[in-house]
């Protein structure tokens, strides 16, 4: 009955994705801020369900969520690559200002509640052990190594910014700059590759940006071969060789194929759904907050279909407080 259960929670997030949907003859602009939200809240919910399918035993159909939550991390990072980019050349001015406090301060609060609540169980921490615990990813506070690779990605960029003169100057230093960050993990550390699996994606978000007009008409000219070929390319990128560096390639070229291929997708149908563009709205604190439930409910629910959807409204519910409160806080010049 759990694994019944822990199916059609599994199955929900896909069912959004095409009901409502829209199609047609022509072409949709599949970088669309309100497709890409929908998107980000689908990316979001994708991602819960991956951490929790590593975590659970009678799983059923959630066992699909197991080793693809690096495509949703690869959304993520295209999707803030594509729009630093278009937003950064666009607004230089104020750029930290922007951009700096709405990351930051949630992320500082996220760890002051872990902190309290390992307290509460017993297990008093201090911020050193909890910033060590990302890189462990037994722990739901690993979940936030994402945090990293995008604070240092926004600072990169704006201080490029202020440097560089010419865009496509900006969109070589973001290349460069990603590929070194990728080059010092694969030498120091090539074990973590979950950290660094779609590192590539940001530039290539930066790059989609730069080159969106000459990229759009290329597919338009060839849809049918671009679908085609990197889905077949997608599916073959499944695969995972033995060795570390092989399989770390293997993830970054499913990610950057999966990209194209759901921008693809996505210029004859998108989705409509107000459940997914409301998760969009709030996806950044979702992926902040989902650990705290995923770690804390565990041993508290031991039933796992009643843990799976616990996990999903207290992150969803707990995501959307802080949302509400960063509106009137650190999102408030932001929003001017």
Aim: overall charge positive; hydrophobic content about 55%; aromatic content about 16%.
């Amino acid at each position: 009955m759990t694994g019944i259960l822990n199916s059609i929670i599994a199955l929900t997030p896909l069912l959004l994705l095409v009901i409502p949907s829209e199609s047609t003859e022509d072409f949709f602009d599949p970088a669309e801020r309100s497709v890409t939200l929908r998107y980000r809240g689908f990316f979001a919910v994708l991602v819960i369900l991956h951490h929790m399918a590593q975590r659970v035993t009678e799983a059923g159909l959630i066992r699909i969520y197991i080793d693809i939550g690096y495509l949703a991390v690869a959304g993520f990072f295209f999707y803030s690559g594509y729009g630093l980019m278009k937003k950064g050349i666009e607004q230089k001015k104020g750029y930290f200002r922007r951009r700096l406090p709405g990351i930051i301060l949630p992320y500082i609060l996220t760890l002051v509640i872990y902190w309290i609540i390992y307290a509460l169980t017993g297990d008093v921490k201090n911020f050193g052990s909890l910033m060590a615990e990302h890189l462990h990813n037994t722990s739901g506070i690993s979940f936030l190594w994402f945090i990293f690779v995008y604070v240092f990605w926004i600072v990169f960029l704006g201080i490029a910014l202020k440097m560089i003169r010419s865009d496509i100057g900006i969109l070589y230093a973001a290349i460069l700059f990603s590929a070194g960050f990728l080059g010092l993990f694969l030498v120091f550390i090539p074990s973590l590759y979950w950290i660094y699996d779609s590192i590539l994606l940001l530039p290539l978000g930066c790059a989609w940006a730069y080159y969106e007009k000459n990229v759009l008409r290329f597919i338009r000219e060839h849809y049918a071969s671009v679908l085609l070929s990197s889905f077949l390319l997608f599916c073959v990128t499944l695969y995972r060789p033995a060795s570390n560096v092989l399989r770390i390639a293997s993830y970054l070229v499913s990610a950057i194929v999966f990209m194209i291929l759901l921008n693809t997708v996505t210029m004859k149908r998108r989705p409509l759904s107000r459940i997914l563009s409301f998760l969009g709205s709030i996806s950044y604190e979702i992926y902040l907050l989902h650990g705290i439930p995923i770690t804390f409910l565990r041993n508290v629910l031991p039933n796992e279909a009643l843990w799976t959807l616990s996990v999903l409204i207290i992150a969803v519910l707990s995501a959307w407080m802080m949302h509400t409160l960063g509106r009137s806080t650190w999102n408030r010049r932001k929003a001017k």
